[in-house]
């Protein structure tokens, strides 16, 4: 049997502006993980982002920044500013 959490009550009768915000998410390049708040040093978080799903394409976000920086500086930008 699972017992509920005894905050549970009080956080339906809650809401965001009484509980904060949430901590924002992160991608840790030292652990290769999604992780919730500065678990890490900043060094070697990239975001922040609002979504734990954000969060997990954020390699895929830099490679394809890169590229589109890469193509900007050698005059390939598609006429996109």
């Known amino acids: 049997?699972?017992?509920p959490d005894a905050g549970d009550e009080l956080r339906e009768n809650l809401d965001e502006a009484q509980l904060g915000k949430p901590e924002p998410w992160y991608f840790?390049?030292?652990?290769?993980?999604v992780e919730?708040?500065?678990q890490c040093p900043a060094r070697f978080?990239?975001?922040?982002?609002?979504?734990?799903?954000e969060a997990s394409h954020a390699l895929e976000k830099v490679q394809e920044n890169n590229e589109a920086w890469d193509a900007q500086?050698?005059?390939e930008d598609g006429g996109a500013s």
Request: net charge positive; aromatic share 8%; hydrophobic share 30%.
């Open 73 to 75: 500086e050698r005059g």
């Open 45 to 53: 978080l990239l975001g922040p982002f609002a979504t734990q799903e």
């Open 1 to 3: 049997m699972s017992w």
């Open 28 to 33: 840790c390049l030292r652990h290769q993980r």
């Open 36 to 38: 919730q708040g500065h």
